[in-house]
């Protein structure tokens, strides 16, 4: 490493770039590159599908939105598995998403029923009974997803099933209004009889509006029962019945994605195996479809299921990758692993999904593929066989599902998963059976920069890396300039390893900006129900996935190193206790600063000098010790002085009942500045320190490995002294942080690659820092250089810069002819940028 600068951010001060430079031999190569090294990972999470891409506009078309999700029952907004995990899932109406509207003196009821339903898949249907409706009007609204959108003179495709007590005489009124009873479009439906039957028609939209609700709307007396009330815009993609939205289709298509994993993640476990998706439930007829509430709190229709999935994968010429449950639910939420002797009827599905999706028109599987629509294979290549999951348990699972595929299957490459939050997993394959290991990083942009060499030294033992998600989502707010930044160094750090890493996939792919569409913090793509916008790093991807080359070509990059100060909001605070979905006791709270008592607490006699202020969370002194009791949320409580400063806390902490361990808080400043001890965090499975500084967390050290077992007393002792940080569990030290002062970091990161039959050399180069750098580079002379090129810069004023609706492109990428190149020449990278160089070799 060149020169070691040492400054702090500022605008003044420029450092002096000229030792920077970059030695590349383009006959000299590497690695071959992956052809299909860059996809995406499609999941149902933020409405990525219904309410996203899924085009369809009624929400809750089936009225089964009110059933607990499967294997699990209701209490209040939480669902509780048999074991008694819980997790909130927050439906409080009747029938979610619909109103019953009525006018003048018109009497009606409108409520969920049971009785004939429409087939096997539906539960509910919706009874509505007109008792009168003299010269008045009752009219079923739907919401849609925060307003249906609809553009002016398009086709929308109106359908629904319904049935009645008796031949219902009158005309039914379907129509979009707006908020001030404006029609947009309308039509009439009749002749319902006694049996289901599905009726439809074509709405044309007079106007565009995007935030009219459908109603229904009657003018007789009468009883019947609706079900898969249904209204999808005629123009989807490819103009497909069921289809998807063009504009979010496009966004995909420009991505250039060589394969397609699905269907998650998360939803592929379950919280239990019934909520788990299985695919034979998401193939066929929709209204034959169940549908299921995903790991993420809501119900998916499963409208896009397997089928779908594959015709997507074949119409964004991406090879399907299918991830697989491997027998086990969630292990990050609620841990269960199918016993051995029930696992042949999962391993059966995922048998006959490859026959779905690749067997001939005349296997039972194939047929049905056929008839289905589409006689011709889908060609699926890839399996990955569980998600997140790891340790014994799974490898036992894992190897009789790998069995199973392979020797029906041998052609399919199967892909293993692994510890979800491990910085490091050994590339291992019991009994070396499997080609590619799955890895996932969501990280902070200090965290990729200073990892950037993580790959280097993974084994070369014959089997691939897949970075099946990953994205830079902490400290980047929802997403900015700064972590495409971080993300682009981390995908030239997959093609600089690119002999093991031959896959990525950014994670999550999707998010509706709509109220509650968000559920995880950093997305790639959003949307409402008419426009969409990209974060950043998409536009970076797709330089990746656009100009990636063929092969990795050797080259030498000298870099100076960046400091930077790291300044700490620590400078003490009161103590807090924390529980998370847990039941938890304290006691015997002692804090001691250079051998003075600030606090001693036994809660026997509570002191008031410094009473115990409860954020939330159910509080109470009970036999002398602090409890929490409500085991269904984050609960904080806190006591003290903001002044205290290097001090030693012990205490003795129980858990009782719930999920987690317990936490503590100290150096509590106020919300949003503290450091928490996390112990027998996620799930009982780690204990781990985290630092809140002005509103953004950070882990200050690994997570590691541990529990704490139900009603034990155990001794926790903390001890701050400026930077030196020590924590003890039953006088065991768990973690001894010195945090560090500085961060040092490389300033520039690249890799070049070679398009072979285009004859380009390309250089990508990330400049995080906010300020220009100028780089000489040098090709060998063994091949000379055109002179004209282009350059393809990703960048923007501020490293916070981010797009949005309103201005969808603040951050894009911009091309432009450059000229007067030769093999040796300087070249000015702008501050907070991502370059491609795209050179033509004669
Ligand atoms: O991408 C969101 C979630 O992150 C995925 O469901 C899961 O695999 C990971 O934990």
């Not at 219904?50 to 209040?76: K, Q, T, W």
């Not at 830079?472 to 971080?486: F, H, Q, S, T, W």
């Not at 970076?540 to 190193?561: C, P, T, W, Y």
Request: with cysteine; glycine share 6%; net charge negative.
């Amino acid at each position: 490493m060149g020169l070691f600068l040492f400054f702090v951010l500022s605008k003044n001060i420029y450092a002096d770039s000229s030792q920077l430079s970059i030695h590349i031999n383009p006959n000299h190569v590497l690695a071959r590159l992956s052809p299909h090294m860059y996809g995406i990972f499609f999941e149902d999470i933020n409405f990525a599908g219904d309410g996203g891409l899924y085009a369809e506009m009624v929400r809750n078309r089936s009225f089964e939105d009110i059933r607990p999700p499967e294997g699990c029952r209701i209490e209040g907004n939480w669902a509780i598995t048999p074991g008694n995990f819980k997790w909130y899932i927050g439906v409080d109406d009747s029938i979610p998403f619909w109103k019953l509207n009525i006018t003048g003196n018109a009497k009606a009821y409108a409520k969920l029923d049971t009785v004939l339903p429409l087939n096997h898949a539906q539960y509910y249907s919706l009874k509505i009974n007109i008792e009168k409706c003299n010269n008045a009007q009752v009219s079923l609204i739907n919401d849609g997803y925060y307003g249906m959108a609809v553009e002016k003179e398009k086709n929308y495709l109106f359908s629904f099933y319904a049935r009645s007590n008796d031949k219902y005489d009158g005309k039914i009124k379907v129509s979009l209004i707006d908020e001030n009873g404006k029609t947009y479009a309308s039509q009439y439906i009749n002749g319902i009889e006694q049996n289901w039957k599905k009726f439809s028609t074509t709405l044309i939209a007079a106007d565009t509006h995007s935030k009219l609700k459908l109603h229904i709307t009657f003018t007789r007396a009468g009883t019947l029962w609706l079900d898969m009330v249904s209204l999808f815009p005629e123009d989807t993609w490819k103009k497909r019945q069921n289809g998807w939205r063009n504009d979010l289709m496009q966004m995909l298509v420009q991505l250039n994605p060589k394969f397609l994993r699905f269907p998650g993640g998360c939803v592929v476990e379950g919280i239990t195996f019934d909520n788990a998706i299985q695919w034979k439930e998401t193939i066929g007829d929709i209204a034959e479809r169940p549908g299921h509430v995903n790991v993420w709190g809501y119900r998916s229709t499963d409208g896009i299921g397997f089928h779908e999935f594959l015709q997507m994968a074949e119409d964004l010429h991406a090879e399907p990758l299918f991830v697989v449950n491997v027998g086990m639910t969630c292990q990050a939420r609620n841990s269960y692993s199918m016993p051995i002797d029930q696992l042949k009827p999962m391993i059966d599905d995922v048998l006959d999904a490859i026959e779905y999706a690749n067997g001939p028109v005349n296997s039972y599987w194939g047929a049905l593929r056929a008839k289905n629509g589409h006689p011709e294979p889908f060609h699926l290549k890839f399996i990955e066989v569980g998600n997140e999951n790891w340790g014994e348990e799974y490898d036992i699972r894992y190897e009789m599902f790998y069995d199973a595929i392979k020797s029906r299957y041998p052609e399919i490459i199967i892909i293993r998963s692994a510890h979800p939050t491990a910085d490091k997993n050994p590339l291992y394959f019991p009994n070396n059976k499997g080609d590619i290991l799955d890895l996932h990083y969501y990280r902070s942009p200090d965290w990729i920069f200073k990892n950037h060499k993580i790959f280097d030294d993974y084994p070369r033992i014959g089997k691939q890396i897949y970075i099946g998600e990953y994205a830079c989502n902490e400290k980047v707010g929802r997403g900015n300039l700064y972590a495409a930044l971080a993300d682009a160094t981390f995908l030239i750090a997959f093609e600089r390893n690119a002999d093991i890493i031959t896959m990525a996939s950014y994670a999550p792919l999707f998010e509706n900006d709509d109220k509650d569409g968000y559920k995880w913090p950093v997305n790639l793509i959003h949307f409402n129900n008419h426009k969409v916008y990209a974060m950043p790093t998409y536009y970076a991807q797709q330089m990746f996935s656009n100009h990636k080359g063929d092969v990795v070509v050797a080259s030498e990059l000298i870099s100076d190193s960046v400091t930077i100060p790291i300044h700490y909001n620590l400078s003490g605070g009161a103590i807090g206790f924390d529980t998370y979905s847990t039941h938890s006791a304290f006691d015997d709270i002692l804090v001691v600063s250079n051998n003075d008592t600030l606090l001693y607490e036994t809660f026997d006699n509570p002191i008031t000098k410094f009473p115990l202020i409860a954020e939330n969370g159910n509080w109470k002194i009970e036999n002398g010790e602090l409890h929490q009791t409500d085991a269904t949320i984050f609960a904080h409580a806190y006591m003290g002085d903001t002044a205290w400063k290097n001090y030693t806390l012990t205490f003795r902490a129980k858990k009782i009942s719930g999920m987690e361990g317990f936490f503590m808080t100290l150096y509590r400043k106020d919300d949003n500045n503290w450091l928490r001890w996390n112990i027998g965090g996620w799930n009982n499975t780690q204990h781990a320190l985290e630092l809140r500084s002005n509103g953004s967390n950070s882990f200050i050290t690994p997570m590691i490995q541990g529990s704490v077992r139900t009603n034990e007393w155990y001794r926790v002792k903390i001890k701050v002294e400026d930077l030196h940080i020590q924590c003890y569990l039953n006088d065991t030290l768990i973690h001894n942080v010195y945090l560090p002062t500085h961060n040092n970091y490389q300033r520039l990161y690249s890799v070049v690659t070679r398009d072979t039959i285009k004859n380009e050399l390309i250089i990508k180069i990330v400049n995080p820092f906010p300020y220009s750098a100028s780089i000489n580079i040098n090709i060998n002379d063994s091949i000379k250089i055109s002179n004209s090129g282009k350059e393809i810069i990703l960048t923007s004023k501020n490293p916070d810069d981010t797009n949005s609706f309103d201005n969808p492109e603040l951050v894009y990428p911009r091309t432009s002819p450059i000229n007067g190149l030769s093999n040796h020449f300087k070249y000015l990278l702008k501050p907070n940028s991502l370059t491609f160089l795209i050179l033509k070799m004669n």
